[in-house]
């Protein structure tokens, strides 16, 4: 639906010719068009909610500012006045009476980044390199994808793929790269079933939808399930027992806390039908797990137990970003150390554009809080450390005239939280005020602004919740609103969240000694409600009060097991209390004394480290946010990506890293497939061999090596046209197609995990291209560990520059296209 339409129909509605405007065309609409036609239903639900009651006035005002300006209109309104001396902007044309809006901005923010927001002047901005981005028959039959949407997802896709049996594989996707095709090939590259744990109910929802309308199976619905409080399970279960269930999105607190599932489980996974783990936003496990999602560190020692009687499990994490402290700790959680993968194509965002504001006192802050809310673009989430903080500027907004809003923070119940999450992304409202506890999983596309008024413990922290914005990848604005205090109020917070090594001492005595932690030879089952043998009472933040003592136990004792001091061999949930089942890996820890002291001591001051030095990368930033470029403190946090800002303090124009670089951040050498007895037949005593084709007999040697479980493809996009790929393949094949330049790109990296096995190359029929991709070849795939190759030409071409045939250089036999399908039938 373009512009022009939204705006006819919004004049109609506001004129009083028309009831309510119907925007749902059925026709799927891109990024941009998406967001126009959300911004104008926000209009219309705004303004029915102020014809009902007129306290929602401003709310109006806010919504048909950001209409006014996104669509670059002006407006006729029927039965509403707006004053001359309004504070958003909004003026009357007294020649044709219509309202427009004007970029007017709060003292500080730049316009130029700030318009960019409304999508003013927006075009795509990234150029995009030459891959072949060709999907393979089992994407294909299954979602109809021909194309993958970038290279960045197609090596993540096919890294989650190839995973060995008992491997673990870390995968970093871009927002908005694409992750969810990763969990739905992985539900349908075998017969079984892929768990997928998810942070919350509305990610799951929302992964379980787009399965279904991708999956392209008559019986999609006894494959794919969801599971949350209120729905049935009595489906789920039978479709486990009846080995129909491909992919179950749950979250973790379901997954370790209903018996149901795990007496179903505990069978299927005796029978190896459990084939893969996927942990959708796995920082999560090491950021929340660590504090108010216990049941995330649940999964380490569930996962070995389902490992003990099924050990090809293959395990996928996923994520847009990890630290390098988060990959430390998942590989110690997650694997043995030996089988792990990491798949990195981590980028910084490209959507966000910074603005740091400082201002001179608490009451200049609120001041500018309320300009910032009325003239920034909505929809909007405004950060702040806790809950009271929350209602604070919920309070302030309201009188002031703001007051459809709501809070989200640690101490929103479940039921409330999930209305909520409805709501926002129905756009009941449009501001969202929130603490960190409002974060990953909640996916709504179009938020324009993302406000921070306070200052997070570490970058990784701040990048996660800036991230809620420009899930569209169209721009958006991240802004930070300080003053003096606030630098001293972090420190505060993080000072908070290390331990004391007296009070981890104190933690740890009270819970090895007391009776209620029962022991069972080496094994003791530690009840983590016992408080402890001191009398200071510890908070925990954005947690209820009532939870602080088990919350500080429970990190007492991942702090033990991150250390390797401890190991955990279960986690149950005794009617809300965590019992944790453990094993004492340091002797030091049996009894009390000096060297348990320093011990702890030195764990305790590694931890400090760790949090202080982010404290300071945040604190350096903000008072560098003038002269130096406010991303590159991500940079520094991240060690994966490229340097990316499209804008802040420091400059307005676009700071670019190597962009158009491969997207691969590191190598992956290692584990390699490996051609087995029955592949090696058509090869004989060689490891290459030449198939003569005719261009109608390529697509029968193609499908024949798919049959032979072929590994990689080497072709052009325009080779595979010719000889209509896609009418040649056998359905459900994995396959890995590459033209010579991303062959290239991956090989003199040593990417092996991704082409090994039996290889294909389909030639060109121009001699000297012919040429150069021979060179390709004998430089990164002859007589390689691992590897066979086909080489697919139309005839044997003679190679000028070194006066031979190619079949004079390749050590293997040449055959027909018609005599190798009929020599293996």
């Given at each position: 639906m373009n512009k022009e339409t939204i705006i006819d129909r919004m004049q109609s509605y506001f004129s009083g010719e028309n009831q309510k405007p119907e925007f749902d065309t059925g026709i799927e609409m891109d990024a941009l068009q998406s967001f126009y036609v959300r911004t104008a239903k926000r209009l219309v639900i705004a303004n029915e909610l102020q014809k009902k009651d007129t306290i929602y006035r401003d709310d109006f005002f806010i919504a048909l500012r950001d209409y006014l300006l996104v669509f670059e209109t002006s407006l006729s309104l029927s039965n509403v006045i707006i004053p001359d001396d309004n504070p958003y902007a909004i003026k009357k044309d007294v020649a044709n009476g219509k309202y427009y809006a004007t970029f007017q901005f709060p003292e500080g923010v730049s316009s130029e980044l700030a318009e960019s927001a409304f999508m003013r002047s927006y075009?795509?901005?990234?150029?995009?390199?030459?891959?072949?981005?060709?999907?393979?028959?089992?994407?294909?039959s299954l979602t109809g994808f021909s194309a993958f949407k970038s290279m960045s997802q197609k090596l993540a896709v096919y890294g989650a793929l190839r995973t060995p049996d008992g491997y673990t594989t870390l995968v970093a996707l871009p927002t908005g790269g694409g992750k969810s095709l990763i969990t739905q090939m992985l539900g349908y590259q075998t017969e079984?079933?892929?768990?997928?744990?998810?942070?919350?109910?509305?990610?799951?929802?929302?992964?379980?939808?787009?399965?279904?309308?991708?999956?392209?199976?008559?019986?999609?619905?006894?494959?794919?399930?969801?599971?949350?409080?209120?729905?049935?399970?009595?489906?789920?279960?039978?479709?486990?027992?009846?080995?129909?269930?491909r992919l179950l999105f749950i979250s973790p607190e379901a997954l370790m806390n209903n018996q149901a599932f795990e007496s179903v489980l505990k069978v299927a996974n005796k029978q190896h039908y459990i084939k893969n783990i996927v942990i959708d936003e796995a920082h999560i496990v090491v950021d929340w797990g660590g504090s108010f999602r216990v049941d995330y560190q649940c999964l380490e020692a569930w996962r070995k137990k389902l490992l003990l009687n099924n050990p090809g499990i293959r395990t996928i994490l996923l994520s847009a970003t990890f630290e390098s402290k988060s990959i430390e700790i998942l590989k110690k959680l997650f694997s043995d150390g030996n089988k792990w993968i990491e798949v990195r194509c981590d980028e910084l965002r490209h959507e966000p554009r910074y603005i740091i504001l400082k201002e001179k006192g608490y009451k200049n802050k609120d001041k500018k809080t309320i300009e910032l809310v009325?003239?920034?673009?909505?929809?909007?989430?405004?950060?702040?450390?806790?809950?009271?903080?929350?209602?604070?500027?919920?309070?302030?907004?309201?009188?002031?005239?703001?007051?459809?809003t709501r809070t989200y923070t640690g101490l929103t119940n479940n039921d409330i939280r999930e209305q909520l999450l409805k709501e926002w992304k129905a756009n009941k409202f449009e501001i969202m005020i929130a603490t960190s506890a409002f974060g990953v999983g909640v996916d709504k596309p179009d938020v324009r602004t993302v406000l921070h008024l306070y200052i997070p413990q570490n970058p990784n922290a701040y990048y996660q919740e800036l991230g809620r914005g420009g899930r569209d990848q169209l721009p958006c604005l991240s802004v930070m609103c300080t003053y003096v205090d606030d630098l001293k109020f972090a420190f505060q917070r993080i000072s908070k969240r290390v331990m004391t090594t007296e009070k981890i001492i104190g933690r740890w005595d009270s819970m090895f000694n007391n009776k209620l932690s029962i022991r069972d030879g080496a094994i003791i089952h530690i009840n983590t409600a016992i408080k402890p043998n001191y009398h200071t009472k510890d908070e925990w933040d954005d947690r209820p009060v009532s939870d602080a003592d088990m919350n500080w136990n429970i990190y007492v004792l991942l702090l033990l097991r991150r250390y390797g001091l401890i190991e955990i061999i279960d986690i149950t949930n005794d009617n809300g209390i965590y019992i944790f089942s453990i094993s004492i890996e340091n002797d030091l820890l049996l009894n009390k004394g000096d060297e348990q002291t320093l011990l702890i001591e030195e764990i305790r001051s590694q931890e400090w480290a760790y949090y202080n030095d982010a404290y300071l990368t945040m604190e350096r930033a903000i008072t560098r946010s003038e002269g130096k470029c406010w991303s590159e403190m991500f940079f520094d946090t991240y060690d994966k990506v490229y340097e990316y800002c499209a804008g802040c303090n420091a400059h307005l124009r676009k700071n670019s890293g190597d962009t158009l670089a491969f997207p691969l951040k590191k190598s992956i050498k290692a584990p390699i497939s490996?051609?087995?007895?029955?592949?090696k037949k058509i090869f004989e005593s060689q490891d290459e061999l030449?198939?003569?084709?005719?261009?109608?007999?390529?697509?029968?040697?193609?499908?024949?090596?798919?049959?032979?479980?072929?590994?990689?493809?080497?072709?052009?996009?325009?080779?595979?046209?010719?000889?209509?790929?896609?009418?040649?393949?056998?359905?459900?094949?994995?396959?890995?197609v590459v033209n010579s330049g991303d062959l290239k790109e991956l090989l003199k990296k040593g990417n092996y995990y991704f082409v090994s096995g039996m290889v294909a190359i389909l030639y060109p029929d121009d001699e000297s291209e012919v040429f150069e991709i021979y060179k390709l070849v004998t430089k990164y795939l002859q007589h390689k560990l691992g590897i066979h190759i086909v080489h697919i030409l139309s005839e044997n071409f003679f190679l000028p520059a070194i006066g031979k045939s190619i079949s004079d250089v390749i050590e293997g036999r040449v055959v027909l296209a018609n005599d190798i399908c009929a020599e293996m039938r």
């Open positions: 075009s795509s901005e990234d150029v995009k390199k030459d891959y072949n981005l060709t999907t393979d028959s089992l994407i294909y079984g079933l892929t768990i997928v744990v998810v942070p919350t109910v509305s990610l799951a929802d929302d992964q379980i939808l787009a399965a279904k309308q991708i999956i392209k199976s008559k019986t999609v619905d006894q494959e794919v399930f969801s599971y949350k409080s209120g729905v049935q399970v009595t489906p789920i279960i039978n479709a486990i027992q009846n080995r129909t269930a009325r003239k920034l673009p909505h929809p909007m989430i405004i950060y702040v450390a806790r809950p009271d903080d929350a209602e604070r500027v919920k309070k302030l907004l309201c009188d002031n005239g703001i007051r459809n490996v051609v087995e007895m029955d592949q030449i198939v003569l084709a005719g261009s109608e007999e390529k697509k029968k040697v193609i499908k024949f090596l798919e049959s032979q479980r072929l590994s990689t493809l080497v072709a052009s996009s325009s080779q595979l046209q010719e000889i209509d790929f896609y009418g040649s393949v056998s359905d459900g094949k994995t396959l890995f």
